[in-house]
């Protein structure tokens, strides 16, 4: 029989070689999923199928696994590297496979028992033809591809380009033997383990069955909340009753997405020529994470920073190649216009208004809708951000969204509800150009088929794009950590603790998608030419620079989620150069090579800098303090840095407690001294004047935040009593006159979000009194440091300004 099925598979690998494309998932098993290759490896699939074997095989051998046709030495005993589970429906097939299993299954925990030294790797393998999850209105639940003969041949013609191979988190069979034993028992629960494997990851990469759209309209429009809200919508605006049941279903047709599996194909398809032609590849990390919520039933909803329209489109088709059901994503009203709402809306898109100040029946129907998905088991995606960055860096958290989440979990969710922070990266973002004319005045254009048109013109060579899997947060655990009163009982339509709980989560995310960060080529380079006044660095030194940035991320990382890239600086710089219309000019004279940067470029570069600044912001902090003070105490050191960490915090997201913020420091210091760039003797910090110049590379992160904070602290010196709207605007136009007079490009310095926050972030760190008066003690340790660490020109700068500001 074995030579009959090996002929059988040699017939089937011709035609699937043509047929089904390598898809395994995880893209790098070895690596991501920490397999010892050392050990033998077994694979385990979840039925007899002879063609899914040939697929395995195939993919097996493109990621460097060893050959599931061979058999694995143990000593002098051979076995084979692969089982299946269950029989299936088969022609060929191998009899008692199941229990043939077993057995093979007990060899293995026999041979542990002689050799403590082994650690055999059983590896759960699924071949996914296609992901059609099925819908409502169709009896029955979705086949699980048992496919005869005919069914997958038809299957691999049709779903070849979507055959998935998913690979799982290894089982240790050592790890069985020494918790649990080696007799018949554990082959039997390795089975049944495995078997419930499969049907979760089934779910998990297919979602569940698609909504019957007018059913899930019907069940909707008859719950009481809704109901209520539309008599009082005809009672408040005069009308039947009959009408404003028209309008509460105009409302949710308006909303609801309308998923078709057919559209996400052809979709994926599009995608993957347009990543090919805008990308040189996309750089997908901690997907793994995501994977196993989905196995454990959570109910994910991910959050990711906004860069640009592509953001949408990006994270579908990085979960769909990661194995993961695309999830419902919250557009905003303004992209559903002919021809792509229609096609975003069968991907997945539901639609949002800006606002839903006082249409209580239209904020009913949404929040509503959104609770019916995840009841549904649905993924959701929403940017917490509410719109594009146009700075590049988070914006403060939107919590409307977050608070309808956790509305959600409170009301009717029985499964967890898991928020995954994703930051997502460029190193060139397509609409960044149009960024820069609206942060300088002009009006933002309104979305329409020709913008998609011009933007489509416009493709080109635009480097990697980046997709990082923040470290997740599972509500209910969150709650109980911080609110454990949240499930008791309250008439209350939002509890005491629900405010506070949702600022605290959404500030959260924000925290932990800058956690996720990734710096590359782009942003790298556009962080060191803007730390010259001049823009422009000589080769050597950009280099230099480069190379300390790089080896400082390396050797202190500034969380373990961070990508740090593992190319030379030289390269890093060719492949900046070579990057389509960046701004970046090479200039020789007979001293070498410059390289600067355009005078418009620099504004569209303080984009890139501004996407990984929270990275460097506190090694700036330390470089800034040193290059001013020369020689200072490192006691004196950690105290500036912890009297201005809690507005950093603030207004960069940043992520380290007070503990954590002083080994954070040390650790600093420790590689700033190894780059040769400080002394660091008996407690004393000094400048090494060999390498002053990167040192003064390193702390011009610094400058101009510390410059805004100057001006506001000012401003409350000259006049505690100042109103916040007053001070906000008063500290703009200064900013603004700074920017002008300094050479400053950064956008976000007169931003008056910035000093929003950084105002919120006094009081809240008690340096106003009563009747919202500033402390001006507080305020002048504050001054005492910032007086040193600014130049004295900037300072007699604003310090007029101020005055004329008084007169």
């Known amino acids: 029989m074995s030579s009959i099925l090996n002929l059988y598979r040699k017939l089937l690998e011709l035609p699937l070689s043509f047929l089904v494309k390598n898809n395994p998932i995880p893209h790098h098993p070895i690596e991501e999923l920490k397999l010892d290759t050392t050990q033998p490896i077994v694979y385990i699939l979840p ?47 191998s009899k008692g496979a199941k229990q043939e299993t077993i057995t093979i299954f007990n060899k293995y925990l026999e041979l542990h028992r002689t050799s403590e030294q082994l650690d055999v790797q059983l590896i759960p393998v699924s071949v996914l033809w296609g992901r059609s999850p099925g819908h409502e209105k169709k009896s029955g639940l979705p086949k699980l591809r048992f496919l005869n003969g005919i069914q997958k ?15 799982s988190q290894a089982v240790s069979f050592r790890y069985m033997v020494n918790e649990h034993g080696s007799d018949e028992k554990i082959s039997h629960k390795l089975a049944r383990v495995a078997k419930i494997h499969f049907s979760k990851q089934r779910i998990s990469a297919t979602g569940p069955r698609l909504p019957n759209r007018e059913a899930m309209f019907n069940k909707l429009l008859q719950l009481p909340t809704i109901l209520v809200a539309i008599e009082d919508e005809a009672k408040n605006k005069k009308i039947s009753l009959e009408k404003a049941q028209k309008e509460a279903y105009k409302i949710l ?68 190649h990661q194995g993961l059901v695309t999830p419902h994503i919250a557009a905003g009203i303004n992209l559903n216009f002919w021809p792509v709402g229609n096609l975003f809306r069968r991907g997945g898109a539901f639609f949002i208004r800006r606002t839903f100040k006082g249409n209580r029946l239209y904020s009913t129907i949404f929040r509503e809708y959104l609770a019916e998905l995840f009841y549904r088991g649905y993924s959701v995606e929403y940017f917490i951000e509410g719109g594009r960055s146009r700075t590049g860096r988070l914006l403060s958290p939107k919590t409307g969204m977050m608070s309808m989440t956790l509305q959600a979990l409170q009301q009717r969710q029985t499964r967890p509800i898991s928020v995954v922070p994703v930051y997502i990266g460029y190193e060139h973002v397509l609409e960044v150009d149009t960024y820069a004319k609206e942060l300088r005045g002009a009006a933002k254009e309104k979305e329409n088929a020709g913008l998609v048109l011009r933007v489509i013109k416009k493709l080109r060579n635009l480097g990697k794009g980046y997709v990082n899997f923040g470290e997740p947060i599972t509500l209910s655990n969150y709650l109980n950590q911080y609110f454990p009163n949240w499930k008791e009982a309250s008439d209350e339509e939002r ?38 006044r001049q823009r422009a660095l000589s080769r050597e030194q950009l280099l230099e620079q480069l190379t300390s940035y790089q080896q400082f991320l390396q050797n202190v990382p500034y969380s373990e989620d961070i990508i740090v890239p593992t190319e030379s600086a030289v390269k890093m710089l060719e492949h900046v150069l070579n990057l389509d219309k960046v701004g970046i000019l090479v200039e020789k004279d007979n001293f070498g090579e410059i390289i600067r940067l355009e005078r418009n470029s620099a504004v569209l570069m303080t984009y890139y800098r501004n996407n990984i600044q929270h990275l460097f912001v506190l090694p700036s902090l330390v470089a800034s303090i040193v290059l001013h003070y020369e020689t200072i105490q490192k006691e004196l050191v950690l105290q500036a840095i912890n009297l201005i960490y809690p507005f950093l915090k603030g207004e960069l997201f940043l992520h380290f407690s007070e503990q954590e913020l002083n080994n954070y ?66 500290s703009q136009s200064i900013a603004q006159r700074l920017s002008v007079l300094h050479g400053i490009n950064a956008p976000e310095f007169f931003d008056k979000a910035v000093f929003s926050t950084f105002i919120a972030s006094l009081k809240q760190n008690g340096y106003f009194i009563e009747d919202n008066q500033a402390d001006i003690n507080q305020l002048n340790k504050i001054t005492d440091i910032l007086n040193k660490m600014i130049s004295a020109e900037v300072c007699l700068t604003i310090k007029s300004a101020v005055e004329k500001g008084e007169e």
């Not at 909803?301 to 769909?320: A, E, F, G, N």
């Not at 003797?681 to 702390?699: G, Y």
Request: hydrophobic content about 40%.
């Open 253 to 320: 047709d308006e909303i609801a997405a309308n998923v078709s599996y057919e559209g996400l194909r052809v979709a994926d398809r599009f995608l993957r020529w347009l990543w090919n032609k805008l990308y040189q590849g996309i750089d997908v990390r901690n997907a793994d994470r995501v994977r196993k919520l989905a196995l454990e039933g959570h109910e994910i909803v991910y959050v990711p920073c906004h860069r640009s329209h592509i953001d949408y489109l990006l994270l579908s088709y990085v979960l769909y």
């Open 47 to 93: 039925y007899t199928s002879q063609t899914d074997l040939v697929i395995c095989r195939k993919n097996c051998l493109s990621v460097g696994l060893p050959d599931p046709f061979e058999k694995n030495q143990i000593n002098s005993t051979k076995l084979p590297r692969f089982v299946f589970l269950d029989e299936g429906r088969r022609f060929f097939k």
């Open 153 to 167: 041949t038809v299957a691999a013609i049709w779903f070849g380009r979507d055959t998935f191979v998913r690979f």
């Open 665 to 730: 420091i040390e650790s600093t210091i420790a590689e700033l001294q190894r780059q040769e760039l400080i002394h660091y003797q008996r407690s004393i910090l000094s400048i090494n004047k060999s390498h002053v110049r990167t040192l003064q590379l390193w702390s011009a992160g610094m400058r101009e935040i510390l410059q805004r904070y100057y001006i506001t602290v000012c401003l409350l010196q000259k006049d505690p009593a100042i109103p916040r709207s007053t001070l906000e605007k008063e």
């Open 495 to 532: 509890p005491r603790w629900f405010s506070t709980a949702v600022d605290e989560i959404s500030n959260q995310v924000m925290i932990n998608i800058n956690k996720a960060a990734a710096a590359n080529a782009m942003n790298l380079t556009g962080t060191a030419l803007l730390s010259s």
